[in-house]
């Protein structure tokens, strides 16, 4: 399949949120949101995320495969950093090549930018993400315990970097 990166804006919010939702439900541990507060995202509201110009997308002949969310920071004494996540692919798109084009997609998008460190947070038990996240060359800095509870239960994630050259 042949993936295309792109920034996503307005005219994808339907796509994005009906793919969130799909994340949300399916790998709870990858978002920060519930199921019901994906659910209850109006379009209007999805399309204002968008706009904001910190969602990048992965494409195949136009259906929305895969999306990140990419935020740099805006001090100037944090400007060298910028913050991933979440990080999705839908099921339907995995092990076909559209993760690692979204990532390196991120990566030189990131680079161009003057970027010098991506850093991410994951779940400390997603090992099938962490070792996709190490093939890029991120490495875990720190462990954050009790990050998120889903139903009760507590999780913990991996702060992890990857140093780029700018």
Request: neutral net charge; charged residues 25%; glycine residues 8%.
């Amino acid at each position: 399949m042949d993936f295309r990166y792109a920034a996503l804006t307005r005219e994808h919010a339907e796509q994005w949120q009906s793919l969130r939702l799909e994340g949300v439900r399916d790998f709870p541990v990858g978002f920060m949101v519930t199921e019901q507060e994906a659910a209850t995202t109006s379009l209007e509201r999805a399309a204002d995320i968008l706009a904001a110009g910190s969602t990048r997308g992965v494409f195949t002949n136009e259906i929305l495969a895969g999306f990140c969310g990419f935020r740099r920071s805006q001090l100037e004494r944090l400007r060298h950093r910028a913050e991933l996540g979440p990080f999705f692919v839908a099921a339907r798109f995995q092990g076909r090549g559209a993760a690692g084009v979204l990532m390196s997609g991120v990566i030189e998008e990131a680079r161009a930018a003057g970027v010098e460190q991506l850093e991410l947070f994951v779940d400390t038990e997603n090992t099938r993400a962490i070792r996709f996240y190490q093939r890029f060359g991120f490495q875990q800095a720190a462990r954050f315990i009790d990050s998120v509870r889903i139903d009760g239960h507590s999780h913990n994630d991996y702060f992890m970097t990857l140093r780029i050259a700018a």
